[in-house]
């Protein structure tokens, strides 16, 4: 089962908003549609809006019935700048059409109408297929943040739902349960639209892998109590400096853990990496309807009629209590400028910088290795052994003796 796919220029979803009652699939024809299915958050998640806004790009120029190779490249500059417009924080969105539209823009002037559309749709078909092998990437980079029979606690939905492939940080949860860790997922239930209740639980569910969903308003609390091993959560944009825009509610996650001395880390691909932003103050953050807040899920309505709510779908988490970013190619540590642009590059991986321990800041930081395999008394035995070893001081005259048996003693030794 994908999130997404392209069938003879249409794109077919799996509705997230009817789950977890069914699953029932959308055939999206043209622009408005997939803009409305976008803004509705019937297909949701940053990989997976990037791969739909390309797939839109090239669907638009596919359907253009004109034999200028022009034409048809307007036709897809107008979609871009449709579907650019429906989430403003999600950097891959702008990312994918842009990548697309760069193609088309440097065959307009050489390649027919047909085959212009046609390229374009092999590019929008490419990014689906890389953002497969970068969550595949992504999982394995993620394993060493995980202890056995850890208990691990995810924010929002990162799974098949949202990318072209197994997902981002519940990529990496499946990939642990998968190789023998036996994670334990806490879930948590991401007010308003519950994408944790309804859409990670549904795939944790497929998966069989033992979890439970909690409010929103207690999940800190269980990471100050030490029932969690692990935050692992993806990301819609990350700022050059480390910044992260994720759902809201990922912000005191990361106020947590930091406190707890849990690692915080963050699970999503390159393309999600904005260098071009300097710091998170700049992102843009989407405030979505105020129904949403004051009903449950358009249905139920909570709050008293004509009151009105702040809903802000992302919030910003500071670098500083990010222990590491993860993506396709590699795990990116502070200082995230230096490793994030050597990520951004094409380096395999950026090398971890040594943090001074002394601070108490950066203690908390550092926590770049599962709990399991911190081994206390290990590092404790070359001290006890050196004692054990330890010769008392002799005299001059002891050491005149032993001098004159040592020869004795290599005799002895020969006979034996």
């Known amino acids: 089962m994908r999130s997404v796919e392209w069938s003879d220029g249409d ?9 977890p009652e069914r699953v029932e699939y959308l055939r999206l024809i043209n622009t408005d549609q997939i803009a409305e299915a976008i803004r509705a958050m019937r297909v949701r998640g940053a990989p997976v809006l990037g791969i739909v806004g390309a797939m839109g790009v090239a669907q638009a120029a596919l359907r253009t019935r004109s034999a ?36 088309g823009r440097r065959l307009v002037a050489t390649a027919g109408a047909t085959r212009l559309a ?35 606690m995810t924010h929002c939905n990162t799974g098949f ?17 998968e190789t023998g860790l036996e ?47 692990l935050v ?17 509610g990922t912000y005191p996650l990361a106020l947590a853990a930091r406190e707890a001395n849990v690692p915080f880390v963050v699970v999503a691909p390159r393309s999600s990496i904005d260098l071009s932003t300097p710091e998170g103050s700049a992102i843009e953050v989407e405030e979505r309807a105020p129904e949403e807040v004051t009903s449950i899920l358009g249905g139920l ?22 222990t590491a970013i993860v993506t396709e190619l590699g795990v990116s540590r502070p200082p995230f400028e230096r490793s994030l642009r050597a990520l951004a590059r094409g380096a395999r991986a950026a090398a971890p910088v040594k943090e ?61």
């Not at 794109?11 to 789950?19: C, E, G, P, S």
């Open 11 to 19: 794109i077919v979803i799996i509705d997230q908003t009817r789950l």
């Open 68 to 103: 200028s190779a022009r034409a048809v490249f307007a036709a897809a500059v107008d979609a871009g700048s449709a579907l650019r417009a429906t989430r403003p924080t999600a950097v891959n969105l702008g990312w994918a059409i842009d990548r697309v539209l760069d193609k």
């Open 118 to 152: 046609q390229m374009l749709a092999d590019e929008a078909l490419a990014i689906q297929v890389e953002d497969d092998e970068a969550c595949t990437a992504m999982a394995k980079h993620a394993q060493g943040f995980f202890r056995h029979r850890g208990v691990v």
């Open 161 to 177: 739902l949202c990318t072209g492939g197994s997902g981002t940080a519940l990529g990496a949860i499946r990939l642990a349960y």
């Open 183 to 229: 994670p334990a997922v806490i879930a948590t239930e991401t007010r308003p639209l519950l994408q944790g209740a309804r859409l990670t639980a549904w795939e944790l569910g497929r998966l069989g892998i033992p979890h439970a969903i909690v409010v929103d308003g207690a999940a800190p609390g269980l990471i100050a109590r030490d029932d969690v091993s």
């Open 232 to 248: 692992i959560v993806g990301a819609d944009r990350v700022a050059a400096n480390g910044d992260v825009a994720n759902k809201v």
């Open 301 to 322: 309505q909570l709050a008293p009629p004509g009151t009105t709510a702040l809903n802000p779908a992302f919030d910003i988490t500071p670098a500083e209590l990010v």
């Open 356 to 416: 001074k321990p002394a601070t108490k800041t950066a203690k908390k930081q550092a926590a770049p290795k599962p709990k399991l395999a911190k081994k206390p008394a290990a590092k404790r035995q070359p001290a006890v052994k050196k004692a054990a070893t330890k010769k008392p001081a002799l005299t001059k005259a002891k050491k005149k003796q032993a001098a004159k048996k040592k020869p004795a003693s290599r005799r002895a030794n020969k006979r034996r």
